[in-house]
């Protein structure tokens, strides 16, 4: 049972470069979501789905894309980065988006820095 | 629009006192549910604690325990018998009905453990 798998855990991009983070959980939840963390900022959402075909966004969706095609798999594309993309990624998943049910399993994180 | 307030960026505390980090929140839901996560260097976000707005017994889990205060909209997470191990990033969140299952994070307060 691997739980939320991140994949990579660290990227280093130019300004205007593409990539996509990965984000894949083994335990058939329903939920999935996507946070950045800066300094002094806490975490904010920036997309999240409640399930296969269903995305939605979040507090800070600018510069970003997902998609779920799978219940799965819930990838994160930086279209074009920019150094305000530097940050450190997490992806969540909850077996349910009812609140008070939904507690969150926590990948890794992925630290990009965008030059 | 929700909002979960930590003002304590940095604290600390000596090994095996007791320790207090506040966190206040405003909502006009009815029905939220209130959590603390632990984040230690090790970047991963940890559950400690969780509470339901409609139960007015206080949570509690092993040394941490939180003073919810409804009317203030106050949730308050103590930790006695400070371990090394306590030291720590702690946000407060809140995830409330209809909000499709998204945490709202506070800024965190960054928790050192002194022998």
Redesign the interface.
């Known amino acids: 049972n691997a739980g939320v798998t991140q994949t990579p855990k660290f990227q280093v991009l130019k300004t205007g470069q593409s990539m996509t983070l990965q984000c894949a959980q083994d335990m058939n939840h329903e939920?999935m979501?996507w946070?950045r963390q800066d300094p002094?900022?806490?975490?904010?959402?920036i997309h999240?789905s409640?399930g296969a075909g269903i995305t939605?966004q979040?507090e800070v969706p600018n510069g970003y894309n997902v998609s779920r095609s799978t219940t799965e798999d819930f990838p994160l594309r930086l279209l074009s980065a920019a150094p305000s993309q530097t940050s450190?990624y997490?992806c969540?998943s909850?077996y349910?988006?009812?609140?008070?049910t939904?507690?969150?399993t926590?990948g890794?994180?992925s630290r990009l820095t965008v030059l | 629009a929700q909002t979960v307030t930590q003002s304590q960026p940095e604290m600390s505390v000596q090994e095996a006192e007791t320790v207090t980090l506040s966190c206040t929140y405003d909502t006009s839901e009815s029905n939220y549910y209130l959590f603390w996560y632990k984040q230690p260097p090790s970047r991963q976000m940890i559950l400690v604690i969780r509470q339901e707005a409609y139960k007015q017994q206080n949570a509690t889990e092993n040394r941490f325990s939180v003073n919810f205060q409804k009317a203030a909209k106050s949730f308050s997470l103590k930790i006695s018998d400070s371990q090394l191990g306590d030291t720590a990033m702690y946000f407060c969140a809140c995830n409330y009905g209809g909000s499709q299952g998204n945490l709202i994070f506070g800024k965190g307060t960054k928790l050192s453990v002194k022998p």
């Open positions: 939920y979501s946070y002094g900022m806490g975490l904010r959402l999240y409640v939605d979040g450190v997490f969540a909850s349910s988006f009812v609140p008070g939904n507690v969150l926590f890794a994180g």
